[in-house]
């Protein structure tokens, strides 16, 4: 995970996200639901955006990338400067699904990025920001 | 953002994400019947569970109760090493319900006289009789249903004891409140309560109180000498976490042929809840328009579903859905232009104390290009797809209020760091004092940094609610920052032999104004070595004897599929008078969001209940249907940024709020331009879109129209 290797034992029908935050500290994946209808524990695994909160642990097979696994990519400093975050809870998980598109399609339509980013809610509606920080997310 | 760094890299810490050491977690037993009594209730088989420390019912805890009036009203709770131990051992407790017959029609609770508070009657000149001599007069019955907040950030708190003191760290929109309600709850003393929110994922009025799951973890803390955290579920959430309550407005307006609006009448019934306040629906027909006859009663109806809870402009917007509406119903009856007939009624000065400065005359003139562009849209109609273009006005507050205080420390190197004891909702509050600051005592932005979020490392501030923050905070930190500024003048001065009225501070420099002296703020903060500089400031008063309020209007343009009901906005023109504007990069997010929020009132959320037994049906984030980045239309937003003069010694007003106020009734007014439907009842969902069509095409052919 995230170029790091660690050794995790927990029960059979842990959630991934459960161990990413509470076994190994890491919170920048929030979990808003635990029943894959927010996206806001988005993770990808082998650069597939996936819901750590209903992946089982014992099922994933690959490495896993986290926001803290992203901290340094182009599209944590557009997310900044759009304005493309509010309270903030839904960003890591907005984050973690844009760098998995932005990934197959480097010059996404603005199409493309509400279909991409459809599965990520955000309550406190920053969405045409989102669009604006993936649009020019490279500038 | 300021602090925009922190939340896109998951480096801010939010209460979901305090872990204390040997923190125990709480899960909550709900009731599942809309109204019982709890005969007999027994944990003992609950307490020999794997992993469990203690529970408590409700004779251990106020907030847990044994006569339950609303499906998941909360009547005991468990603390486990696991919030699954904890859940698992809920199925232990032993429960006898009584269950009740639940009263779940508002209505039907009006006609028995079961309210939660005397009815609040307005009345100024004489309604009936202008009614009486009307020429034309319009009525109609408008229904709005019930939302739910879903901040992503579920209600929650961890509790730990120090000795006698109480360490809260909780996700809430009132640092102060928390600590003051739960020290009288708990019968501590105020100082022995901290409480703790550096980050917070959503509130939108639901986070204004402590809140059960407050009180039961510091009972189980206090029980189990171990800090516990009680995070409710999305499910629980979406039960028992507050609510905008749905409204029944019975609306009537009388004019003249000229389109003089004469008399406004209204009956209100908010179908509050088994607990709550009774929000203001009336509001806006008692404030938007200038009219002389005005009769309003709006009931509380008190009901066995879940206690409401504040939600962004609570009551203004339910009540704008009606009027406007109903405005535009009269405007087609008369044949006159929607801004036209607004123009006409404008309330030039107020019924009661003036307002301190309006400019929605202002907002009317810009919003004129986008309303002319209705031409052209109407043009793009075809046999399926009809467009069209609606509009409607805002009122609600927004000056914010004292008390509330900050200081600033100006450190020997020249860095400025703002404290205050108050809590960030997302609404970029850290920018904007950071930039408040910055401005006053002529700095650079990064050298200013804004410390918030604990009762116990800052001075009192105020709620975020109400649309406040800013209003209310920032001219307390804009004095700090000015006392400050007169102390590092006062230093200079000194120092270089010169009056301090021909110094400033500009761009980091301490300047003279022949401009024979600059020197680097640090230079002259430097000569103390170790010694800071402390400013202190607080809120002033508002003005005496005047309004405080905001205005605006927006132009929506939709497009209806009339085959199969669907509903899309297109574009949304948003102009609203909020006094100055601070950030306005941040300023145009909070009026997104707003319209953004409002769109899914509008079209898509409704808290759906089970009419015979109360269960609400809608839980999940699958069944309630938020708005999507999908959903979003063109959003321009244009803001008057003319300083309130008599407000305070920053002139901003509140911008959280009015955004969300007038945009389900310009999608409604949309919808009738571009097909001839009147909508009477929100979410407008495909089914709803249909009935309205077919309710026009018969009122056409001048049968009565089907309910
Ligand atoms: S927390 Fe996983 S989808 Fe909501
Ligand atoms: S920023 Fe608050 S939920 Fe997205």
């Known amino acids: 995970m995230n170029g790091h290797r660690y050794a995790v034992d927990v029960p059979v029908g842990t959630s991934l996200a459960a161990v990413l935050r509470d076994e190994l500290g890491l919170t920048g994946t929030k979990v808003a639901c635990n029943e894959g209808h927010c996206g806001a524990c988005t993770v990808q695994v082998d650069g597939v955006p996936r819901l750590s909160c209903i992946t089982l642990v014992h099922t994933v097979e690959g490495e896993v990338t986290t926001i803290e696994g992203l901290r340094d990519h182009p599209l944590v400093e557009s997310f900044v400067r759009a304005d493309a975050t509010q309270c903030g809870f839904c960003t890591p998980g907005q984050i973690v699904s844009a760098a998995a598109l932005v990934a197959v399609s480097p010059a996404p339509t603005r199409d493309e990025i509400r279909h991409g980013m459809a599965g990520n809610l955000c309550r406190c509606g920053t969405y045409p920001k989102i669009e604006e920080a993936i649009l020019h997310w490279r500038d | ?707």
Request: net charge negative.
């Open chain 2, 1 to 707: 953002m300021a602090d925009a760094p922190q939340r896109a890299r998951g480096e801010a810490q939010y209460t979901a994400d305090v872990l204390l050491p040997g923190m125990l977690h709480a899960a909550l037993l709900r009731s599942p019947h809309a109204y019982a009594r709890v005969k007999k209730i027994d944990v003992r088989r609950a307490l020999e569970a794997p992993g469990v420390h203690a529970a408590v019912g409700p004779e251990d805890v106020e907030a847990l109760t044994d006569e339950p009036g609303f499906f998941g009203a909360p009547v005991a709770a468990i603390a486990a090493n696991t919030v699954e131990q904890a859940r698992a051992a809920l199925e232990l407790i032993d429960v006898e319900w009584e269950p009740l017959e639940p009263l779940l029609d508002p209505d039907e609770a009006v006609r028995r006289g079961q309210l939660t508070d005397e009815p609040r009657r307005n009345e100024r000149g004489d309604f009936e009789r202008a009614l009486a001599d009307a020429d034309v007069v319009v009525e109609g019955e408008y229904r709005t249903q019930v939302v739910l907040h879903n901040p992503l950030e579920t209600h929650q708190s961890v509790c730990r004891w120090e000795g006698d003191t109480l360490e809260i760290y909780t996700s809430t929109q009132y640092i102060w409140g928390i600590r003051s309600r739960v020290a009288k709850q708990l019968g501590v003393e105020p100082d022995n309560v901290r409480v703790v929110c550096n980050y917070m994922g959503g509130g939108f009025g639901a986070k204004n109180d402590p809140g059960e799951y407050t009180y039961v973890a510091a009972e189980l803390a206090r029980r189990t000498g171990r800090p516990v955290k009680c995070a409710l579920t999305r499910r629980e959430e979406n039960l028992a976490a507050g609510n905008r309550n749905a409204t029944i407005q019975r609306l009537t307006v009388g004019a003249r042929s000229d389109g003089t609006i004469t008399a406004l009448g209204g009956e209100f019934v908010n179908a509050v809840g088994w607990d709550g306040w009774i929000a203001p629906t009336d509001g806006p027909m008692q404030t938007l328009y200038h009219c002389e006859n005005v009769r309003t009663v709006t009931y509380g109806a008190k009901i066995n579903t879940a206690p409401m809870k504040a939600f962004r402009a609570p009551g203004y917007v339910e009540g704008t859905f009606g009027l406007e509406c109903l405005l535009d119903e009269l405007a087609a009856r008369l044949d006159v232009d929607p801004l036209e007939l607004r123009r006409k009624n404008y309330a030039h000065s107020s019924n009661e104390r003036p307002y301190s400065s309006k400019n929605l005359m202002e907002c009317y003139r810009r919003a004129e290009p986008h309303w002319e562009r209705r031409h052209e849209l109407r043009t793009r109609s075809d046999s399926t797809w009809k467009y069209g273009a609606g509009l409607a006005s805002q009122i609600w507050y927004g000056g914010g209020g004292p008390p509330s205080y900050a200081w600033t420390r100006v450190g020997s190197d020249g860095r400025i760091t703002v404290i205050t004891a108050m809590q960030d909702i997302g609404t970029g509050t850290r920018t904007a004092m950071a930039q408040i600051a910055a401005e006053e005592l002529g700095v650079p932005l990064d050298r200013v940094r804004v410390e918030l979020g604990d009762s116990a490392r800052g001075p009192f501030a105020s709620i975020s609610a109400g649309s406040s923050t800013t209003p209310s905070m920032g001219p307390a930190v804009r004095a700090a920052a000015a006392d400050a500024k007169r102390q590092i003048i006062e230093i200079a001065a000194q120092r270089h032999h010169l009056e301090e009225r021909v110094l400033d501070i500009s761009d980091g420099n301490v300047v003279s104004a022949d401009g024979n002296l600059s020197s680097p703020l640090e230079e002259i903060v430097g000569l103390l070595e170790n010694a800071q500089i402390l400013g202190k400031g607080a809120r002033g008063p508002n003005p005496t004897g005047m309004q405080v309020l905001t205005f605006g209007v927006q132009v929506a343009e939709v497009a209806v599929d009339v085959e199969t009901g669907e509903v899309r906005v297109l574009r949304v023109a948003a102009i609203h008078d909020v006094g100055r504007v601070i950030n306005p990069l941040g300023a145009s997010s909070q009026v997104e969001g707003g319209i953004i929020q409002g769109i899914g009132h509008t079209l898509s959320e409704q808290r759906l209940l089970d009419p015979a037994t109360g269960t609400v049906l809608t839980q999940s984030l699958d069944a309630y249907r938020l708005p999507t980045i999908a959903d979003v239309p063109e959003i321009v937003c244009e803001l008057i940024d003319k300083p309130d003069e008599h407000l305070t010694n920053l002139g901003s007003k509140g911008l959280g709020e009015p955004p969300i106020v007038p945009i389900a009734a310009a999608i409604a007014n949309a919808i009738r331009d571009a097909t001839g439907a009147d909508i009477h009842s929100l979410p407008i969902t495909r089914e709803e879109m249909l009935r309205a069509l077919e309710a026009a095409k018969q009122k056409q052919r001048g049968a009565p129209a089907a309910v």
